[in-house]
């Protein structure tokens, strides 16, 4: 059985339903033709079913979406940290179903055991090591404020051994010049 041929109307609906945002599948199936006949159809027209800038779009807004929902997600371990944390001072109320009558006994201590105190770190550890593996803390420029105060500190004491021949003094070996600090027993100075 021999292909149908491909007429004006096939290239007109092709025209206007790519117009229209439709895609190739939907178009094949609109006019009972073949998708591969409509890929051929819009290329020799110079059409396109590049999907390429809508995907990148909604990729981003998806990754925006997913960002969004892990910061809430980690705000809200942080919130179960605080939480158990909190916990960890305040009263704690404890009880138990026993004995023959399958009675119901509690009791408030002014704070919870160590064994549950562990099970509350444990749990507010756990929650923190999520919370900061979700969205990790952004660098606060610590390290390059070190940097920049370790470098100064390092001129200063390039400076020091220029002029006077020799490191600086620890910070606990008082320069001879200055008499360091006063004994216990010497009386305070004279003004």
Do not use: C
Request: hydrophobic share 35%; glycine share 6%; proline share 10%.
């Amino acid at each position: 059985m021999a292909a149908r041929p491909i007429t004006e109307k096939d290239r007109k609906q092709v025209r206007a339903l790519h117009a229209e945002g439709m895609s190739r599948n939907d178009i094949a199936r609109k006019i009972g033709r073949s998708p591969s006949t409509v890929s051929k159809l819009a290329t020799d027209m110079g059409l396109s079913f590049d999907r390429a800038p809508e995907v990148a779009a909604a990729t981003t807004a998806r990754k925006a979406d997913l960002a969004a929902r892990r910061a809430a997600m980690a705000e809200t371990l942080q919130d179960v940290a605080e939480r158990e944390i909190s916990k960890m001072t305040q009263p704690h109320l404890y009880f138990e179903w026993g004995g023959k009558e399958h009675d119901y006994d509690e009791r408030w201590q002014p704070e919870p055991t160590p064994a549950d105190r562990r099970t509350m770190m444990a749990t507010a550890s756990a929650a923190l090591d999520r919370s900061l593996k979700l969205v990790p803390p952004k660098d606060d420029g610590a390290a390059e404020s070190r940097s920049v105060v370790g470098d100064l500190l390092a001129g200063l004491r390039a400076d020091y051994l220029a002029h006077h021949g020799a490191p600086p003094p620890e910070a606990d070996e008082p320069d001879p010049g200055e008499g360091g600090a006063p004994d216990a027993d010497s009386p305070p100075p004279v003004p």
